[in-house]
């Protein structure tokens, strides 16, 4: 009951944490839920951002194409304005041209002129004489240089005013800011402003996608931890159910366990209530060997008190020799009878003791009251012993009387007839059940047997076939119990010897391994087979000799190889590319190999060819399970526990047993007996001694 209690509560603690973890895993799928939600209200804002910032593109587009339309009108009309003014105008290039040298040759020449006249004064400075001839002449050439560039000058404002002629005066009207030029400008800048808009509404709308796209992805890894934390919480709550279940066993058994305890309380107080009585007839017991014993005592008193009266006649008549060697034997038979009848004494005491007794456990009442009828009786002890006996044996055997034993007897018997039924059908079936598992086991095993040789014969040569000779060994670990069996396999690649897979190399395990895919091949084909980069370990030489095989079987069934190995690649007849432009976009390109007449692609066929090799049949068995061992021992013991009791049914109840010297020795030499095959578990003994 305490281990039930215990387990009670420990059931109740772990429910308790798990309905605390469910409790912590609905907060945590909440928590989720909430971050999804405002993930996806986050997205639903920036789409409906996305959307305002494409109008916006649209509405720039438009406002874009509208500008773009008035910039080519404005350009239309400025060259047509400006055809038509320079015609007006009577502009010439060449004659502008012109006036631009002559004013430059004019002005460069007023230049050389002012130079040298610059370099006079400067001589006049220096003359102290102004009277002098040299001062006068200096003089009278500054005053003709002055004339003369006086002359140019004005003949540069001419010139001036031709040139400013040959420029057109609508050219300031253009550049006016009324004018046609300075509506270009603004135009200009207006469709700059707009593709700058343009320009920022598509970074923002990219910035917005980023964002849309982190959260998708966030959104994703929320949901995908939202289904975990749903898994969990559907595991939780499975095991929550079950440690409920659990709960309830236990509470149910502890109840019944309480229930059977409460038997056993009362079961124990009738039995304290019996030893109860028992007690007190027992006390009565010692109250009869009480006088038994003072009887005695009072005997032995006699006794001791007629052998002092033989002492002192033995003393007084010592002259009586004679008759007192007489007396002696007289007495000496007196002795004997006296002893008889103290022994007579006792047993009759005894047989009176136990009969009282008796008499009282039978009936509930003391013999005494019986005691003045005792004179009436006539029948020997004997005869009365003998109906007594009788009379209980009856009485025994009728037991309580039931006025209702003839119904109860008919239900109870019909439901023993239905209940015997019930167990034969059971018995049966569960006979039928075993041998049926027997024989399904056996024809499994026999085939499981069957098909390992086959797989072991092909895979032995198909290893000699990959690795051009060697040996290829599979062994069952247990051939006492092949459907539980392991199996281990060994190799002997050339020039090596015989030693388990492990052992062997990166290459050699893949090439046998791949030698034990085709051997199970070859038994039962598949309609396609997947392969991952199975040739990851092999050289050129295996990677053709695999290449062979994978067209040879890929006659029967379909093979897809993912690999990076070009020699795998040349002999396959299509080819699936896999690859991923984009994050989270992946794109598969087909390509079919074939020639350009039409013949499949081939590739070299290995050097070398080897006939099949017989392997040795391994045998092998399916020994029954512990449940039809235990089954058969529980058979056997039921059959020796029969054996012993047919006997003890059988024996006459006055039999006495035979003196052991008269008992015939069993022949049991070499067999071993019930006891000993039933612990030792021998199911063949116990079956021959059954």
């Known amino acids: 009951l305490e281990s039930l209690r215990e387990d009670e509560d420990e059931k109740q603690e772990i429910l308790r944490g798990h309905k605390s973890r469910i409790a912590e895993i609905e907060k945590n799928i909440q928590g989720f839920e909430g971050s999804i939600r405002t993930a996806e209200e986050r997205v639903q804002t920036n789409e409906a951002g996305i959307a305002r910032a494409e109008q916006d593109i649209r509405d720039f ?28 105008s009577g502009y010439s290039a060449s004659e502008r041209k012109a006036a631009e040298e002559a004013i430059d ?7 050389a002129r002012l130079s040298g006249k610059a370099a006079i004064l400067d001589d006049l400075a220096t003359i102290k004489d102004y009277g002098s001839p040299q001062a006068r002449a200096l003089l009278e050439s500054a ?67 980023e964002e849309n796209r982190e959260l998708a992805l966030r959104i994703d890894e929320y949901r995908h931890t939202l289904e975990e934390l749903r898994g969990n919480r559907i595991r939780m709550q499975t095991q929550v159910q079950a440690a409920e279940e659990s709960l309830a066993l236990i509470r149910r058994e502890l109840a019944s366990q309480e229930g059977y305890y409460r038997e056993l309380d009362s079961e124990v107080a009738l039995d304290e209530k019996r030893l109860a009585e028992a007690q007190e007839d027992l006390s009565c017991i010692d109250e009869d060997i009480a ?67 008796n008499f009282k456990e039978q009936y509930g009442r003391d013999l005494v009251e019986f005691e003045e009828r005792m004179y009436e009786i006539r029948d020997s002890v004997a005869d ?32 023993y007839e239905f209940l015997s039924g019930q167990i034969d059908d059971l ?59 392991g199996i281990e396999i060994y190799a002997q690649p050339p020039g090596k010897k015989l030693e388990n897979i492990s052992l062997l190399s990166g290459g050699e395990k893949s090439l046998t391994a791949i030698g034990l895919l085709f051997a199970t091949y070859m038994v039962r084909p ?85 006939d099949e090799e017989e392997v040795e049949y391994e045998q092998g068995r399916e020994l029954p399970s512990e449940e039809e061992l235990q089954a058969r021992k529980s058979a056997a013991k039921r059959a ?51």
């Open 61 to 88: 587009e438009g406002e874009l194409v509208s500008a773009q339309a008035a910039l080519d009108a404005i350009t239309d009309d400025i060259v047509s304005e400006l055809d038509a003014r320079l015609k007006e």
């Open 105 to 111: 040759a004019l002005i460069a020449g007023i230049i």
């Open 143 to 209: 005053r003709s240089a002055m004339a003369e560039a006086a002359v140019r000058a004005k003949e540069l404002k001419e010139r001036y005013e031709s040139y400013r002629q040959t420029t057109p005066s609508f050219i300031d009207e253009f550049l006016s800011p009324e004018g046609i030029m300075t509506k270009k400008r603004a135009l200009d800048a207006a469709m700059n402003a707009i593709k700058d808009g343009i320009a920022g509404r598509r970074d923002r709308i990219a910035a917005l996608r």
């Open 291 to 357: 006088d038994i014993e003072k009887k005695g005592r009072e005997l032995t008193a006699e006794l001791e008190r007629l052998e002092k009266d033989i002492a002192i006649k033995n003393s007084d008549l010592g002259k009586r020799q004679e008759e007192l060697r007489k007396k002696m034997d007289r007495l000496g038979s007196y002795q004997n009878e006296l002893e008889r009848l103290h022994l007579g004494l006792a047993q009759t005491e005894t047989e009176i003791r136990n009969i009282k007794e």
């Open 384 to 415: 009365l012993r003998d109906r007594l006996a009788e009379r209980k044996m009856k009485l025994k055997d009728l037991g309580s009387v039931n006025l209702m034993a003839p119904e109860e007897f008919v239900e109870v018997k019909e439901r």
């Open 427 to 485: 018995s049966k079936a569960r006979d039928d059940l075993r041998r049926i598992t027997q024989e399904i086991r056996d024809e499994s095993a026999q085939m499981f047997l069957d098909t390992y040789n086959r797989v072991k014969k092909n895979f032995h040569n198909m290893f000699r076939r990959l690795f051009g000779g060697g040996r290829g060994e599979l062994r069952l670990v247990d051939p006492d119990h092949v459907l539980e069996s």
């Open 526 to 610: 598949s309609p396609f087979c997947f392969l991952d980069e199975i040739d990851a370990a092999l050289d050129e030489q295996n990677v053709i000799r695999f290449v062979n095989l994978l067209r040879e079987f890929g006659k029967s069934s379909q093979f897809i190889v993912i690999t990076h190995n070009k020699k795998t690649v040349t002999g396959a007849d299509a080819l699936l590319g896999v690859t991923m432009e984009e994050s989270g976009i992946t794109k598969v390109i087909s390509v079919r190999l074939e020639r350009s007449d039409g013949q499949e692609v081939r590739v070299p066929e290995p050097v070398g060819f080897f």
């Open 640 to 690: 020796l526990a029969a054996a012993n009791a047919a006997p003890v049914a059988a024996a006459p109840a006055a039999a006495e047993p035979a003196p052991e010297a008269d008992k015939p020795e069993p022949d049991t030499a070499g067999y071993p007996s019930l006891s000993d095959a039933a612990a030792s578990g021998d199911d063949a003994a116990i079956v021959e001694n059954a």
